[in-house]
């Protein structure tokens, strides 16, 4: 709220009691607040007999709510309050007008609703209650309101500073009687309407009983609401708008203000960045009813050499993370079940592990695949398991898991202990008591600390006698399971791996990860290129697993070096992301970049944003805290 204060010259608000939050909670200046109402239709003031007749009410007393349905609409309380209405006036008809909202139906489908019409059967209201369970029209909702004797709103929480719903009643002239939320205790005031408190149906059938027998009132109150609301029409509003960028252009004008990337501000986020936008148009460009295609040919998918488990494992992982950083994570279901589909595919029961590499005719090239292939496919069950836990897909990814989660005991590869530990680690945060997993854990663990002490020295605190791909993943894996298992032994010796890992790899305050072209052998040169955005990422990943850890802002630093080098800050001060297509060069050479923009690249270029921005949402699920809090539930 503060950043969006900074960067904007006006902030509008449709309340007065905006007004004063952001001047008493967030210190805004007052000069940069503008109020404009919620804009509402221009509709005529009528008699509500004249539309009764085409929703069949004619000889009724109509009562409404309309607006998406949901537990704090409070409905409940508006039924139980219908029968002492009835008994007096058996001509009532109340109709709840609006289909379920999208969120609620998407974790907990129509249970509201049936309850109420549950309640309203318990209570004989058959033939007083209507629900219509749509969207409609804005014509459609101009007539319902038109038709209405008396508008209703009984929410039951008092933290909602705007009602569209409202405005409208109020703009076609009903009389209201609501609960005393912010936004109806200002739009109601100076008898415009009539305030019931929350969650009081006898209250509430008292004050419709009253309007429903005073007509003078009745018409009062909807004559004042009517005129009250005649400066928030459509086009009174868009002339305020209008005002107001026309001001905000004028002051620019006068008092040109050059673009700051980021200021400090005081937020609860660890850091104040800006990053760009989460983009997945070149994920979705190339992945196709199958999987994502391995490579690239500029930003064409390349179909010559057709799928991996790798690839596939790592896109699992993003639409994974998409869909916690999405408010309609169901949007991604399809990407997140084409991977999941592929690595079901790709995982072979009679041996226990996963086939790699299918070419684009969907044949499988091998019947077994690389451990690493099978440690990446293990990581991105477990981070499957535990960020689409609400989704269908989680109950597959828990079973290919546990299928596949024997064969790792054999491993000896060091990065696919590593990335299997990692998706252990993930699938322990929703079962942490699986003592087989906890068990295969401890094991995996102990076999990677152990190859770093036999191989490590002073100067080459390192578990092999070069340095290759991947590496961060390494110390980022001992390092979460050192913190999950309470062993500051393994903590130190991933830290400090992970510290020399940086200290090898910066030059000239930038990040210049090991290339592919040579490595680093020990006692030998590093190769400078071709450097590999695989690199970047795990470096991003481990470093905000360190600073979660300890807290250390040298690590939150380091991770932003790295991610920088996607952006240009790095040998040859060009950008490896693409922003036209939101893919990711494959390389960074000596004469330019890798222009062919492959699966591996863009995963990379991705994982390594979403992991920033959870970290800077302060949502991340590998959170120092949530790291202490199952850790303490796996003891």
């Known amino acids: 709220m503060l950043r969006l204060a900074e960067l904007s010259d006006y902030l509008v608000v449709m309340s007065h009691k905006a007004i004063n939050i952001l001047q008493s909670v967030y210190a805004i200046d007052p000069s940069k607040i503008r109020h404009i109402p919620h804009g509402i239709p221009d509709i005529p003031f009528v008699d509500p007999c004249y539309y009764k007749e085409q929703f069949g009410v004619l000889d009724k007393r109509v009562l409404l709510t309309f607006g998406l349905l949901s537990e704090n609409k409070g409905i409940e309380y508006a039924l139980q309050a219908l029968p002492k209405v009835v008994e007096k006036f058996p001509d009532i008809t109340y109709i709840v007008l609006g289909a379920t909202h999208p969120h609620v139906l998407r974790t907990e489908g129509e249970n509201y609703r049936l309850r109420l019409q ?106 004042k609401a009517y005129d009250h609301c005649r400066g928030a029409i459509w086009k009174s509003v868009a002339r305020e708008y209008l005002s107001v960028f026309a001001e905000a252009r004028a002051s620019r004008t006068r008092n040109p203000r050059p673009y700051r990337p980021s200021s400090h501000l005081q937020k609860p986020s660890p850091f104040n960045l800006d990053l760009p936008d989460l983009k ?29 488990t790798d690839d596939n494992a790592r896109a699992l992982i993003v639409a994974a993370e998409v869909s916690q950083l999405s408010d309609e994570p169901q949007q991604y279901n399809r990407l997140s079940s084409c991977y999941l589909s592929f690595l079901s595919h790709a995982f072979n029961p009679e041996s226990g592990r996963f086939r790699n590499f299918m070419s684009y005719d969907r044949r499988w090239l091998e019947d077994t695949g690389s451990a690493d292939a099978h440690g990446r496919a293990l990581h991105a069950l477990g981070a499957a398991v535990a960020l689409l836990n609400q989704e269908r897909q989680a109950p597959l990814a828990s079973i290919l898991f546990k299928q596949a989660l024997p064969a790792t005991e054999s491993f000896t590869s060091l990065r696919s202990i590593a990335f299997s530990l990692l998706g252990v680690h993930a699938y322990l945060k929703s079962f942490s008591g699986d003592l087989e997993a906890r068990r295969i854990h401890t094991l995996l663990a102990d076999r990677l600390l152990e190859q770093f002490q036999r191989n490590q020295s002073r100067d080459w605190p390192w578990p092999e006698n070069i340095v290759t791909y991947a590496n961060p993943c390494l110390p980022h894996a001992l390092i979460i399971s050192g913190h999950w298992l309470r062993r500051d032994d393994m903590v130190e010796v991933g830290l400090g791996s992970l510290r020399w890992l940086a200290e090898i790899q910066t030059d000239g305050g930038h990040f210049v990860p090991i290339g592919c072209n040579g490595w680093y052998p020990r006692n030998g040169a590093k190769a400078r290129f071709d450097q590999q955005p695989l690199e970047a990422q795990t470096m991003v990943e481990a470093c905000v697993i360190a600073y979660q850890i300890t807290e250390d802002q040298y690590w939150l630093q380091q991770a932003m070096m790295c991610f920088y080098w996607f952006l240009g800050q790095n040998d040859i001060n060009l950008p490896l992301y693409d922003a036209k297509t939101g893919g990711c060069c494959d390389g960074l050479q000596s004469d330019g970049v890798n222009q062919n923009q492959g699966a591996e690249s863009t995963l990379a270029w991705l994982l390594s944003l979403i992991r920033l921005l959870r970290l800077s949402a302060n949502t991340l699920p590998d959170n120092s805290e949530q790291l202490t809090r199952v850790a303490a539930e796996g003891s």
């Open 280 to 308: 997945l148009n070149h994920l979705e460009v190339l992945t196709d009813d199958t999987g994502i295609l391995q490579h690239a040919r500029y930003a064409v998918p390349d179909r010559m050499h057709g799928y991996c």
């Open 118 to 223: 549950q309640l309203v059967r318990k209570l004989k209201l058959e033939q007083h209650v209507i629900f219509q369970n749509r969207f409609v029209t804005l014509n459609e909702l101009c007539d319902y309101l038109a038709a209405t004797d008396i508008y209703i709103t009984p929410y039951i929480s008092e933290a909602q500073i705007t009602s569209g719903t409202l405005a409208y009643a109020m703009g076609t002239g009903k009389p209201i009687v609501s609960t005393p939320y912010w936004y109806a205790e200002e739009m109601l005031a100076d008898d415009r309407g009539v305030l019931v408190p929350f969650r009081d149906p006898d209250q509430l059938a008292d004050a419709l009983l009253r309007l429903l027998e005073n007509d003078v009132e009745r018409h009062s109150m909807r004559k």
